[in-house]
């Protein structure tokens, strides 16, 4: 808000064109502390911004300032597509430096295959099952019953154990013993990936040489369980209807054939 604000806020709603909104979304850089200086463009946060305007500007004709939207007739290149695969060393170095709290949410994300929105929300009392960890996807509600495995209760057993202990609805819990909110999380994840992507103290080389997100460890899962299991076992694990989603947009090539069990 603040940012169309100082861009747009001298402006009457009607008078905003979307030759305004393209150049905002072509010159929109990313201002991240470590590559504002870069002056690196930013397209996808750029149409995530103008998407987010969208609303706002629907709230302007619904309170009277304004009788156009210019952004729903907008059209918006594709997002390119992300390839980006997390290989097993990656994942390991990055998780060697993690803190406590992010090493859990790591092998959490690592073995069921979820989102930080769905690792976040996990509440022992209503999710677990004698069968595994029950999860219902953000995006579709799709319900999926995580099984069992060793390494699943040794990291649920690690995520009880973080203090305080007290209010203890939720398995992943902050310093305040409470849920992180998306913000919250979500900082500290950028502040594990500068870290990563940053030089030691003695000079050491980063060891990471490029950035992933969180998201990245459910296509880590994806590609790990095809490799065991195959692409239908990668399907189940994901909660998806067809088999060809996992395929075309998680299952990533490693240069192996998947090896079935």
């Known amino acids: 808000i603040d940012r169309f604000n100082r861009l747009f806020g001298h402006m009457l709603q009607d008078c905003l064109t979307q030759k305004h909104l393209y150049t905002y979304i072509d010159r929109r850089i990313d201002e991240r502390e470590e590559f504002k200086h870069l002056n690196k463009p930013a397209p996808s946060a750029a149409r995530h911004d103008v998407r987010f305007l969208k609303k706002m500007l629907n709230k302007g004709i619904k309170w ?9 007739t907008l059209e918006f290149d594709p997002d390119p597509s992300d390839a980006r695969d997390v290989t097993p060393d990656e994942y390991a170095a990055v998780y060697k430096i993690a803190s406590e709290r992010m090493q859990i949410a790591m092998e959490l994300g690592d073995i069921t295959g979820q989102d930080a929105q769905e690792i976040r929300s996990i509440r022992p009392k209503t999710d677990f099952t004698d069968e595994g960890i ?32 007290i209010p203890k609805e939720f398995l992943l819990r902050n310093e305040a013993g409470k849920q992180y909110t998306k913000d919250g999380f979500k900082s500290l994840w950028q502040k594990l990936m500068r870290k990563a992507t940053s030089p030691g103290k003695n000079g050491e080389p980063p060891v990471l040489a490029k950035r992933f997100k969180f998201k990245h460890l459910r296509k880590k899962a994806a590609t790990d369980v095809a490799e065991q299991r195959g692409p239908e076992a990668a399907r189940d694990l994901l909660a998806h209807a067809d088999v060809k989603v996992t395929k075309k947009n998680y299952i990533q090539p490693r240069g192996r054939k998947p090896v079935r069990a």
């Open 134 to 165: 029950l999860f219902r996807r953000g995006k579709t509600g799709n319900a999926v019953i995580v099984e069992w495995t060793p390494d699943l209760r040794a990291v649920v057993e690690r995520a009880k154990a973080l203090k305080p202990d």
């Open 64 to 72: 009277g300032a304004g009788t156009v939207n210019q952004v729903l």
